[in-house]
């Protein structure tokens, strides 16, 4: 090409003249972006090596410049968004899960109660049990959807958090009652306030509290307390089941884990829940187990100030 012969005979910049862009459009153009890239022979010192010579990592270290900005590592930052999926599975069966459970009640309703109605009245409510448990398992599946897109969107609110013990134990006894499980209160005399999700925060104790009964022994006792320490509000369950194995507090929150498990009890969501909902408050969950005794505890700030997010729960020793 002129403008590249130019270039080499009198050591200048190559110049796209106007006759050029009419004669040749394609090829100037070429030229041009040869030139500001640094590639076209002219503009090349002269003990470089031609590209096709030079090492195939550093052709490629060119030819991709924005790997310059992937974080170390080589992952690129998470998409922060709610799995589309597993939302649309969840908003999907609200409806008719919600249209079971109302006419299951109206016929319950209806239906007398005397000998003869003893066996329809049975199977309505086996049906109005399976819609609750239907219904829980929805829920979780949204909220988990929410944690792993790293979206909790919080209701924060100033709350009592003796009243949110007293709440979570009376949501879990009748679970507990069924096997003659003790659920036990312990409140400080004047219980201190906590700015929270207050909602979250049930759900939360709600999965550790049900994780609490189901390993308990039949007859035994599950406490729950709260305490305020170094600007933190502390909601500890204790039960008094076999402990937690090494392999399973290695692989407390991960709930992949859980369901290989051929012992497994439940979906294995629950952990995984509480761990983001904590982590959304900028608290942390925290765990100790040995035979006999386990506590977990959830510690929020007190003030609801925001802490580290990144951090994964470290279990207690």
């Known amino acids: 090409m002129r403008t590249g012969t130019t270039a080499r005979q009198t050591g200048q910049k190559p110049a796209l003249q106007a006759s050029d862009a009419g ?17 076209n ?14 090492p195939a990592d550093a052709r490629q270290a060119e030819a991709r410049p924005a790997d310059a900005a992937r974080p170390a590592g080589g992952a690129l930052p998470k998409e922060r968004r709610k799995d589309p999926l597993l939302a649309a599975i969840c908003h999907d069966l609200r409806a008719p899960l919600a249209a079971v459970t109302m006419g299951a009640n109206f016929v319950l309703q209806t239906t007398p109660e ?14 109005l049990r399976s819609c609750k448990q239907m219904e829980r398992l929805v829920r979780d599946f949204g909220d988990l959807s929410e944690v792993e897109g790293d979206v909790v969107e919080l209701r924060m609110g100033v709350h009592d958090s003796g009243q949110i013990v007293e709440m ?4 879990a006894r009748p679970a507990a009652l069924a096997r ?13 306030l906590v700015h929270c999700d207050r909602e979250r925060m049930l759900r939360a104790l709600a999965h550790v509290l049900d994780n609490a009964v189901r390993f308990s022994p039949d007859g035994g006792v599950v406490a729950i307390a709260e305490e305020e320490r170094e600007g933190t509000i502390r909601f500890s369950v204790t039960d008094h089941g076999p402990g937690l194995s090494e392999e399973t507090l290695a ?7 859980h369901a290989k498990r051929a012992d497994r009890v439940g ?4 952990l995984a829940i509480v761990q983001g909902f904590m982590k ?19 510690v929020v700030p007190k003030d609801g100030a925001p802490g580290d997010k990144g951090a994964a729960p470290t279990p207690a020793r």
Do not use: C
């Open 23 to 39: 004669a040749a459009p394609a090829e100037v153009a070429q030229a041009g972006a040869a030139v500001r890239s640094g590639t």
């Open 41 to 54: 022979p002219a503009a090349r010192p002269a003990d470089a090596k031609p590209a096709e010579t030079r």
């Open 114 to 127: 005397d000998e003869a109605s003893g066996r329809s009245r049975r199977v309505l409510q086996a049906v």
């Open 168 to 171: 979570a134990a009376e949501a």
């Open 180 to 192: 003659n499980i003790d659920v036990t209160v312990s409140r400080a005399e004047t219980p201190p």
């Open 251 to 257: 692989n407390l929150y991960d709930r992949t884990w």
């Open 267 to 270: 979906a294995g969501l629950g």
């Open 280 to 298: 959304a408050h900028g608290g942390r969950l925290e765990v100790e187990s040995a035979p006999g005794a386990t506590t977990f505890t959830l």
